[in-house]
């Protein structure tokens, strides 16, 4: 019998997103400002104008991502959605790839495991209590993933790696 789970989670924004979509703002007004100002170009400012603001608007909600995982018989994928417009697969591998999966704030989040470089957060927040943590091989490098699953998606790793699962 095939299993199939899938689960979203939207990142919440923090402090750089919010700098970001005011510096955008800023920016934006700035150039609209100096459009009438420049030769040639100010007769045209209703459309430029109209333009900066649809590129402000787009930068803005871009900053919008949600994560989705999917797990089908034990394959995790996980695809980034940016502004429920732009969807793109950023990891997918086999849970028994995986050499340990648990709760980031568990023993098994050890210094090995905080050492490793190449990191996929793909989580609503780092502070957030659910939090689980996977280390594998991914792409000929040492990787850890950051993700939170639902309870499903862990018992279903556990049936096809019980050992290398805590929950």
Partial sequence: MDVFMEKIVKRKKDAKDHL???GIILAGFVIMLFV???PYIG????????????????LITSRDVEYEYIVTNGDLDVDKI??????KRIFSANCKEFDVVA????DKYDHEARNIKNRLELVSSMKSPDIYFATLNYKGERTIIFFEPSEKML???KTFIPRKVFI
Avoid at 82 to 87: A, I, T
Avoid at 103 to 106: K, P, T
């Fill in 36 to 38: 009438p100002i420049i």
């Fill in 82 to 87: 940016v502004s429920k417009r732009k969807r």
């Fill in 43 to 58: 007769s045209l400012w209703l459309v430029i104008n109209a333009g900066i603001i649809y590129l402000m608007y787009y």
């Fill in 103 to 106: 709760r980031l704030n568990s």
């Fill in 155 to 157: 018992n279903s790793f």
């Fill in 20 to 22: 970001i979509t005011v």
